[in-house]
């Protein structure tokens, strides 16, 4: 009976085995065949190759070109960096209630797709240039959906709020929490106007998502 190697839990012979080599290099191939950095074409491939996968295992993707591990419960990312999506058209509303579609704009709704990471935290940035037509303020935040369900809406507390009739660049970020992991989010930029009676301007738009490990 072949004993294990004491870290990697890798089998080799024992002097009283019967001497059969291709067994004995079989068993330590399939042995290290799943610690290796296995190489897929895409997501469908791996999981119908690998049905059973173990913590820590490691997978290559060819598309979309990312290397991923299992956690445990499910891949994610090796390293994930942000995503970002940008805006440079200008757009207009005079509505006080969020809208994600501007007028005058292209290119609405500005948003940004992302996977919630393991620890089921991203960091949202969001930003603009803007100004009012009157004395009164402007507001750019971000609706959060996971699928079509909103799970964070844009709020007042979240924004980018330029004030005034002179054009301004403002930015803010927040942490959001509590996603669930591994699900497919959209982050979507909402803007506003104070009162209806001052038409809010923006261009130069921007949403980021930088998730936290």
Same mark, same amino acid.
């Given at each position: ?77 090796? #390293?994930?960096?942000?995503? %970002?999506?940008?805006?440079?058209? @200008? *757009?207009? =509303?005079?509505?006080? !209630? $969020?809208?994600? &579609? +501007? ?62 009739? #002179?054009?301004?660049?403002? %930015?803010?970020?927040?942490?959001? @929490? *509590?996603? =669930?992991?591994?699900? !497919? $989010?959209?982050? &979507? +930029? ?24």
């Amino acid at each position: 009976m072949s004993l294990l190697t004491p870290l990697g839990n890798l089998p080799y012979p024992q002097s009283t085995d019967a001497a059969n080599v291709p067994l004995h290099i079989q068993s330590l191939a399939e042995a290290v065949d799943g610690r290796t950095v296995l190489r897929f074409a895409d997501a469908a491939t791996r999981d119908a190759k690998i049905t059973a996968p173990v913590a820590g295992m490691l997978a290559w993707l060819t598309t979309p070109g990312r290397l991923y591990y299992y956690t445990g419960t499910l891949w994610a990312l090796v #390293s994930p960096g942000p995503v %970002h999506k940008a805006n440079t058209t @200008t *757009g207009t =509303t005079t509505s006080t !209630a $969020y809208v994600e &579609t +501007l007028t005058g704009s292209t290119g609405d709704p500005t948003a940004v797709s992302f996977t919630a990471p393991p620890s089921g935290t991203v960091l949202v940035s969001v930003g603009a240039r803007g100004n009012s037509s009157a004395a009164t303020s402007c507001f750019v935040s971000a609706n959060v959906r996971l699928g079509t369900t909103v799970t964070s809406a844009a709020a007042d507390t979240r924004a980018a709020v330029v004030t005034g009739t #002179s054009a301004a660049s403002a %930015h803010t970020q927040y942490q959001l @929490t *509590g996603l =669930t992991v591994g699900g !497919a $989010y959209t982050a &979507t +930029l909402a803007y506003k106007s104070a009162v209806t009676t001052s038409t809010a301007t923006f261009t130069n738009r921007f949403v980021t998502i930088t998730p936290v490990m």
